[in-house]
């Protein structure tokens, strides 16, 4: 616990100090006139190569690999190195970071972006983490958790019992594997993209969208009939009004994941730009004096970023859960409540 | 690059590598982590249910314990009450018995007594009979010839004596 709390604080200071030479480098590539929406929208976007940093004029990138596809020359790939600054690679080049052809082509761009390497990071580190621990598991048996296993055992079973078994009852343990695996990849990613130099993953639309569109087909899928008749013939909703409802409801499948997509997408975007915007105060002011203050504001707010990557993953793991328990639920006990009477009889006697 | 449009190759690399992580996470960690959860806390269920039996058990033992310490004691109470009463009893028996042996003696001593008394009373009152017989005898050898009227004389007076 004392390591892992020094590994945060040690992190905040990390971030706290390397916000600034980001900030610099973009001051100093648009040297004259430093437009911070542009700086801000850059660093929140995606990126076909890594830029860490720069010293006076060398950047200091990683350079990813580019793989397009276009029905005439099909699979290309190369190092984006190639295309840096505007250059033109077999045809292909970067028109303010989307991969365009010369010829006029479609392209479809499956290129290892600053996002999907990050993705891949991820990946990589839930996997050693959660094998990590299920073999302290498979070592020590029923004993008392040590190390890693301890830390995110709490977590696993939070999940577990507040989220699934609350949520979708006793058909929970189906769902199981997704809930923790999105819970921890929502929550891997938000940290990842609070490091220094980190992409902002979960704050891309198409990652959100991904999420919410494989929680909207599992919901779907593990439907049963009451879910279906719940939207085709609301209970206690008179025939009259079903045209009404019927569409209402159709559309209330469909707004639920999206109100995951962009609640996710849209609180990790919004905290990267108010950091990023208290940064560039410093810049925009040109007057050393408002540093302390932007640096102040933008370690809060990292702080509550700190908060909300967790948040954010509960959130979208609990909706998640409600959802699907919404779709296996054998009655609709809301019903009975709604009706007064027989629903609230027991409730007084309590 | 709008920041809300979603870009096609990211949107695939999240569903391959999501999916590969979902699978591969449920197989070699979700699985063997839940089942060892699952588990333990069966363990620990079992544990305390059997910990709670045992508290029951040992209630019972104890209540049994209990029980027949109560009745050892009764018991031991009992015993020592008809122990007091049967004392209680031969010692009365053996007073009665002592008073009842005391009496009788004395009773027989009383009537040795008196039967020792009436002998030698009539012992003395011969003794004094032949005595006043020799004494009158002697005294009449010398002086008297009619000896039957002195003795029927002498028997009066000693029949007055009453010795006692």
Known sequence: ?350 | MNIVTPELGLIFWQVVIFLIVVLLLRTYAWKPILSSLKERESSIEGALRMADQAKLEMQQLQAGNEKLLAEARMERDRILKEATTMSNQFIEQAKTKATEEGSRMIAQAREAIQNEKNAALAEVKNTAAQLSIDIAERILRRELTDQPAQQQLVDSYLKEVKLN
């Open chain 1, 1 to 350: 616990m004392k390591r892992l709390l020094f590994a945060l604080l040690c992190l905040f200071s990390l971030t706290a100090r390397a916000n600034e030479p980001i900030a610099t480098t973009a001051d100093a590539t648009e040297s004259e006139n430093f437009n911070p929406g542009e700086m801000i929208l850059h660093h929140i976007g995606d990126s076909h190569e890594w830029h860490w940093f720069t010293l006076g004029e060398t950047h200091y990138t990683t350079h990813l690999p580019v793989i397009a596809y276009r029905a005439g020359s099909g699979l290309t790939v190369f190092s984006s190195h190639e295309l840096a600054e505007g250059k033109v690679h077999e045809g292909l080049k970067l028109d303010h970071e989307h991969l365009v052809s010369t010829d006029g082509a479609k392209v479809y761009d499956f290129s290892i972006t600053k996002n999907v390497a990050t993705l891949m990071i991820a990946s990589a580190l839930m996997l050693v983490v959660f094998i990590t621990v299920a073999r302290g598991y498979a070592k020590r048996g029923t004993a008392a958790p040590r190390g890693m296993q301890s830390f995110f055992e709490p977590l696993i079973i939070f999940i577990r019992d507040e989220v699934a078994k609350k949520s979708i009852g006793p058909k929970y343990e189906r769902y199981m594997p997704y809930l923790l695996t999105v819970f921890f990849f929502i929550w891997f990613s938000n940290m990842l993209g609070l490091l220094p130099g980190g992409a902002n993953l979960t704050g891309n639309i198409a990652v959100t969208l991904t999420l919410a569109v494989i929680t909207l087909l599992i919901t779907l899928f593990s439907s049963n009939k009451n879910y279906w008749a719940h939207i085709f013939a609301t209970p206690g909703v008179p025939k009259a009004l079903l045209p009404i409802m019927i569409p209402v409801e159709l559309i209330g499948i469909v707004v639920k994941p999206f109100s995951l997509m962009v609640r996710l997408f849209a609180n990790i975007t919004a905290g990267h730009i108010v950091t990023l915007s208290f940064i560039s105060l410093i810049f925009i002011f040109r007057n050393i004096g408002i540093a302390p203050v932007s640096l102040a504001f933008g370690l809060f707010i990292f702080f509550l970023e700190l908060l909300v990557a967790i948040l954010q993953a509960y959130i979208f793991t609990l909706l998640t859960a409600m959802y699907i328990g919404g779709a296996v639920e054998d009655h609709h006990d809301a019903d009975l409540q709604i009706g007064g009477g027989d629903g609230a009889a027991p409730a007084q006697a309590h």
